[in-house]
């Protein structure tokens, strides 16, 4: 059984698709996903641009509520939340939208307490966002975004990379011959980047 830890950043389309492809790779493959927070608020905050188009911040309320549901009920309850959030919020259509009702639900459909989304206007979780961003960052390092996933082998080697960035999700041994390839190559000594066609639209469902 592999490892793999995921570091992600919840308002990410491309990294939602990702994910989705892990979860794929993981019904074909013998991977164990382990769930984290990475913030792009973090990563861009000492940087002169805004790349991510965010002045006020927005982008903090999401992971600081991810960082609260990891710090009280895990990573596994973290998977299940991402999952009930990026459903609503990573559809592609019009309704993919934001409201009052939006992280409320998700938290229900991933049976934990509405409560944990008082922690979007609150500074209580920021350390454990930057903790947990630095531990991500530090696999591969800051030239790099969302998401980032380190897969332990049996052995307890760690193999460590940023990506794959996809724009549709792989399906059953499709999503298994991406992850063999993804491994086969950021294992390779010395390998640190490879790229294919300019992004197209992500397909987020």
């Known amino acids: 059984m592999l490892i793999a830890n995921f570091w992600f950043d919840p308002s990410c389309p491309y990294t939602w ?29 000492d940087r002169d641009d805004d790349p ?31 999952t009930a959030l990026g459903t609503r919020t990573q559809r592609g259509d019009e309704e993919a ?3 009052e ?6 938290l229900t ?26 531990e991500g960052i530090a696999k591969v390092g800051t030239h790099v975004g969302t998401p980032i996933i380190a897969v332990t082998d049996e052995n307890g080697t760690e193999t460590a990379f940023f990506g794959p960035v996809i724009s549709r999700i792989p399906r059953g041994e499709e999503a298994g011959r991406l ?12 390998f640190h980047e490879l790229k294919g066609r300019p992004h197209a639209a992500p397909v987020t469902y």
């Open 101 to 106: 009702d939006t992280v409320p639900a998700a």
């Open 17 to 45: 698709i990702t994910s989705r492809w892990l979860l794929e790779a993981a019904r074909v493959r013998p991977i164990e996903i382990r769930w984290h927070v990475l913030s792009l608020s973090v990563l861009n905050e």
């Open 179 to 190: 992850w063999d390839g993804t491994l086969l190559v950021a294992a390779v000594e010395g």
């Open 52 to 82: 991510e188009g965010d002045p006020e911040g927005y982008l903090w309320l999401p992971v600081r509520i991810c960082a609260a549901v990891a710090a009280g009920h895990g990573q596994e309850a973290l998977g299940r939340f991402y």
């Open 109 to 134: 459909e991933a049976g934990l307490p509405v409560e944990l989304a008082d922690a979007a206007t609150t500074e209580d979780y920021d350390a454990a966002v930057r903790a947990s961003h630095e």
């Open 97 to 99: 939208a934001w409201d």
